[in-house]
């Protein structure tokens, strides 16, 4: 397995080298170092890396916005660094889809498991729209093979069980898939 991609927002230089220091004697890989949020976003974009260190209060654009940027656009899993625990900002980070919330001062420690956990989240996440995008692809398949069925059923007279088996049948002898036929038989009509 190969070290965590990482992309480190920090706008105090001092606190960006010592994270980067310190994700790096961890194994790391930093890809990219930024000192404001727009840059972040630029650079996610660019980079893909698996994790994003995002500080809340970054010039040109703040961490949070970058974040919800970052998310939604599937660039990278979001970790917010920063010195606010405000109830707020903690419900905006999740509500943009933040994996990690690290509040400093954080020590070397405290990195590993915050990379993990929001790698494992940002992976659950992916796959979960992978099966839903498959759900909704069996359901629209589905649907049109109900349409195809209803259509041979009022054009020919035939039964339900009928229908379907010579959409089968077609689709096995034309060696494609069943929503194929259908479709073929939709347009046909």
């Not at 961490?63 to 979001?78: D, Q």
Request: hydrophobic share 50%.
């Amino acid at each position: 397995m190969t070290a965590a991609r990482i992309l480190v927002a920090e706008d105090e230089s001092l606190i960006r080298l010592d994270l980067v220091e310190m994700l790096g004697e961890l194994g790391y890989q930093v890809v990219a170092q930024v000192g404001d949020g727009q840059s972040a976003v630029d650079r996610a974009a660019e980079l893909r890396p698996d994790v994003s260190f995002l500080d809340v209060a970054m010039p040109v654009r703040d961490g949070l916005s970058a974040a919800e940027e970052i998310v939604a656009s599937r660039y990278s899993a979001v970790v917010m660094v920063t010195a606010f625990s405000q109830q707020d900002i903690i419900a905006r980070a999740a509500s943009a889809g933040v994996m990690g919330y690290l509040v400093k001062p954080f020590t070397k420690a405290d990195l590993a498991p915050a990379i993990e956990m929001a790698t494992a989240r940002w992976q659950q996440m992916r796959d979960l729209e992978i099966e839903v995008d498959d759900l909704g692809d069996r359901l629209a398949a589905r649907d049109i093979v109900e349409r195809a069925k209803a259509r041979l059923q009022a054009d020919h007279g035939v039964s339900e069980s009928e229908a379907f088996a010579l959409l089968r049948k077609q689709a096995m002898d034309s060696r494609v898939t069943l929503a194929e036929v259908s479709a073929s038989v939709l347009e046909i009509s």
